[in-house]
């Protein structure tokens, strides 16, 4: 009986070692140039007063892979564990789409449909609990 209670006890601990942990804001790296692969998105303009704060936990889980950032269809940027960008667009209603696969990653997809206003700043969380789902949590 002690043994079979020891062995949960391993299991449980494993299972929360592999939880990822939200980096706050003022200490995510930023996304490397060589991974971003439209940049006017990450540059503020006149004409693009919303904006789109991505950032992506820390964590074992997942730690492998690059997770894309898409917008509209249009692949925006990949970032990593630990990183941040923030997307300035125009005011409207876009695709968010998160996509990660290849290599010993699973492919996983999610998405959310946003409308922003001029001024408007939404703030997601990229995370891949112990359950293995990736999301895309949207926190403001």
């Keep these: 009986m002690r043994k079979a209670q020891a062995f949960i006890m391993f299991l449980a601990a494993g299972l929360v070692g592999c939880s990822t942990v939200p980096v706050p804001e003022g200490s995510a790296k930023g996304v490397p140039a060589e991974r971003i692969y439209q940049a006017d998105y990450l540059t503020a303009a006149p004409d693009r007063s919303a904006q789109i704060y991505l950032s992506r936990d820390k964590g074992f889980s997942g730690s492998g892979c690059s997770h894309d950032i898409s917008l509209n269809n249009e692949k925006i940027l990949s970032i990593r564990q630990s990183e941040a960008a923030t997307l300035y667009v125009a005011p409207g209603s876009y695709f968010l789409k998160l996509e990660t696969g ?19 700043r939404q703030v997601y969380r990229v995370l891949l609990p112990s359950d293995g789902n990736l999301r895309l949590t949207r926190e403001k």
Aim: aromatic letters at 0%; one cysteine or more.
């Design 102 to 120: 290849g290599g010993l990653c699973p492919n996983i997809s999610t998405s959310q449909n946003l409308n922003l206003s001029a001024g408007d």
